[in-house]
């Protein structure tokens, strides 16, 4: 017996960076009336961050340029409405979560994205995080206590 193919109206990601996390869904535009009601005047291409348009969340061309870059790479910057929740972290943790979620996601609607989104890095997560404070060192992560010159 043949397995049903269910109709999917979103795909669903989430992108780490630091303490920051992204849970990204990318609507298909036909489904628009399965969208969330604070997205129900939502457009193609539009981009949400937190229920607010990224260009409110993310001022500037600097960030517009890095979160539309896995968009762009894979000729997707119009063809989804993009819903993220961002939690957690600074601005660039979060921007960076943002842009991992975004490819991950295009990652599931065509496993031919992948071969563009490696190449530029935007599949590998950086796996830095902020190194912990160590007992007996005065107050940094790696700083040693002054010593007495005698």
């Known amino acids: 017996m043949a397995k049903q ?5 979103y795909y ?7 303490s920051a996390i992204a849970r990204v869904r990318l ?3 036909s ?7 604070s997205m129900a005047e939502a457009k193609k291409g539009e981009v949400y961050v937190n229920k ?10 600097v960030y517009k340029k890095e979160y539309l870059m896995p968009l762009a790479l894979t000729e997707n910057v ?9 939690r957690g972290g600074g601005i660039q ?12 996601a295009l990652e599931m609607v065509d496993a031919e994205n992948r071969a563009k989104l490696k190449p530029a890095g935007l599949l590998t997560r950086d796996a830095r995080v902020r190194e912990r404070r160590k007992v007996g060192t005065g ?4 700083r040693q206590k002054q010593s007495p010159k005698r």
Not at 5 to 9: D, F, G, L
Not at 31 to 37: D, E, I, M, V
Not at 139 to 142: E, M, N, Q, T, Y
């Open 31 to 37: 489904a628009k009336a399965k969208l969330p009601k």
């Open 52 to 61: 607010m348009l990224v260009q409110e969340y993310f001022p500037g061309e």
């Open 27 to 29: 609507y298909l535009s």
């Open 139 to 142: 107050g940094k992560a790696r």
């Open 5 to 9: 193919q269910k109709n999917i109206t």
């Open 93 to 104: 943790g979060q921007l960076d979560a943002l842009k991992l979620g975004i490819s991950r």
């Open 12 to 18: 669903e990601s989430i992108g780490r960076r630091k």
């Open 78 to 86: 119009n063809r989804f409405i993009i819903s993220t929740l961002v």
